[in-house]
Structure formats: C-alpha cells, structure tokens
C-alpha cells in the first residue's frame, strides 16, 4: 500500500487543522493507519492510531482531548482533526501502514507516507 500525507499547514495556537492520509490499494481496509510526527531534534514519536477492524483509536496522552482518528474505507482515507493545537504539536506528521500491527513501535510499520508539516505560532 502506497501512502500520502497531506493537509499540514500554518496555524496560531488553540487553531485546528485536519490532515488525511490517502492509500492506494484494493486491501486498505484491513491496514492499521497510525499517525506519528516528529520534530526538529526529536524521535520520532507515536500521536494516534486507527485500527482496520471496528475503528478503534488510540491516542499518546500529549493529544488525547484534542486529536480525533477517523477513516473513511470507501475513499481509501485516513483523518486527523487536530484542535486546540499549540506550539509544541509543531512538526512534520507521517501516516504509516501495518496490517499486524497496532502500537507505538515505529519500526513495526511497513509503509509510509512522505510527512506533512504542522507549525503552530504562538
């Protein structure tokens, strides 16, 4: 499976932003789509999941109350509306792909999209 990242942009803080990750491929609805992002300086770190089977979501506790998984099957889609957004969500956002896999572990995901950057102002 092939996947883009899109959306990202410039915001003020306490803004929102909605980012998609678009798939190509017949069997996207049996992959697990997680969010990560990563900072200048930083690791890579795990922001959101969305499981295939049922839309489960799983949230890091930086983002929880404030970013919503969805997953439209039929568009091939993956979302992230991103509200209340502050200076340190600031980082380029990459979706990723697992059909096993559902967890924070950036190694266990096989496909990824080419990142989208997200700048929050003060």
């Not at 990750?21 to 900072?39: L, P």
């Not at 998984?69 to 380029?92: F, H, I």
């Not at 990723?96 to 989208?116: E, H, K, L, V």
Request: charged share 15%; glycine share 14%.
């Amino acid at each position: 499976v092939q996947l883009q990242a899109s959306g990202g942009g410039l915001v003020q803080a306490g803004g929102s932003l909605r980012l998609s990750c678009a798939a190509s491929g017949r069997t996207f609805g049996s992959y697990n789509i997680v969010w990560f992002r990563q900072a200048p300086g930083k690791e890579r770190e795990f922001v959101a999941a969305i499981e295939w089977s049922g839309g489960g979501t799983y949230y890091a506790d930086s983002v929880k109350g404030r970013f919503t998984g969805s997953r439209d099957n039929a568009k091939n889609t993956v979302y992230l509306q991103m509200n209340s957004l502050k200076p340190e969500d600031t980082a380029v956002y990459y979706c990723a792909a697992s059909r096993s896999y559902i967890g924070i572990d950036r190694y266990r995901y096989n496909y990824w999209g080419q990142g989208t950057q997200v700048t929050v102002s003060s």
